[in-house]
T-cell receptor
C-alpha cells in the first residue's frame, strides 16, 4: 500500500542554518504531496503542497519539489529561525481515497 | 473565512466511559476526516464523511464511530474508553474529492483516559 518515510529526528540546528528534511513515498497512481507543520499544543497547519511531478511548493521560505523519478519530496529552507521549531509531517494524498498518509514526523529544534 | 473548529479542546474521562467530539468544517467544505495522533502510532486515519455518508474508514475497532449532519458538522464517538484511546483527535475539512485536495486541520481535542 501507499506509504511515506521521513527522516528520524530530532534535527537540531543553529539559527540561519540550512535545513533539509528528507521524505520519500511509495504510491500507486499520481498522488499529491504535502508538508504540514505542528507547533507545540496545536493542530496541523498546511505548509506547502505539490500536486504533480516537478511541481515546487513554497511558503514562508520553505520549499519542496515533487520528484517522481526519486519518489521524493524533501523539505528545504535556506535560513531557519528559532520560530521554525516544530514538528514537520510529510503526507501523501491519492485519488483512490481521501485519507492522508503521514510520515512519522520530524522534530526540528532551532537554537539562537 | 473561519477555520476548522473542534470542541471541546480538552477532555478527561475514565475507562469505560464514552465520549463525543465535535468538528465544524470550513464554510462550504462538505468533507470531514478524523485522525488520531499518538506518540506511539503517529497520525492515523479514522474515517471520512461526505454529505452525511461515511466514505472511508480506517482500521479502528467498532467502538469508534462518527456521523455527519446536513450542515456538514461532524461528531465522532468513542464508547467503552480504554487507556490507549488517550490521544489528540484531529478533524480536517476539505472541499471536494475530485482531486487529492488540501485538507485543513482544526486544533484538535486532547482526550485523556484515566
Amino acid at each position: 500500500g501507499d506509504s511515506v518515510t521521513q527522516m528520524e529526528g530530532p534535527v537540531t540546528l543553529s539559527e540561519e542554518a540550512f535545513l533539509t528534511i528528507n521524505c520519500t513515498y511509495t504510491a500507486t497512481g499520481y498522488p499529491s504531496l504535502f508538508w504540514y507543520v505542528q507547533y507545540p499544543g496545536e493542530g496541523l497547519q498546511l505548509l506547502l503542497k505539490a500536486t504533480k511531478a516537478d511541481d515546487k511548493g513554497s511558503n514562508k521560505g520553505f520549499e519542496a519539489t515533487y520528484r517522481k523519478e526519486t519518489t521524493s519530496f524533501h523539505l528545504e529552507k535556506g535560513s531557519v529561525q528559532v520560530s521554525d521549531s516544530a514538528v514537520y509531517f510529510c503526507a501523501l494524498g491519492s485519488y483512490n481515497t481521501d485519507k492522508l498518509i503521514f510520515g512519522t514526523g520530524t522534530r526540528l529544534q532551532v537554537f539562537p | 473565512k473561519a477555520g476548522v473548529t473542534q470542541t471541546p479542546r480538552y477532555l478527561i474521562k475514565t475507562r469505560g466511559q464514552q465520549v463525543t467530539l465535535s468538528c465544524s468544517p470550513i464554510s462550504g467544505h462538505r468533507s470531514v476526516s478524523w485522525y488520531q495522533q499518538t506518540p506511539g502510532q503517529g497520525l492515523q486515519f479514522l474515517f471520512e464523511y461526505f454529505s452525511e455518508t461515511q466514505r472511508n474508514k480506517g482500521n479502528f475497532p467498532g467502538r469508534f464511530s462518527g456521523r455527519q449532519f446536513s450542515n456538514s458538522r461532524s461528531e465522532m464517538n468513542v464508547s467503552t474508553l480504554e487507556l490507549g484511546d488517550s490521544a489528540l483527535y484531529l478533524c480536517a475539512s476539505f472541499l471536494d474529492r475530485t482531486q487529492p485536495d488540501t485538507q485543513y486541520f482544526g486544533p484538535g481535542t486532547r482526550l485523556t483516559v484515566l
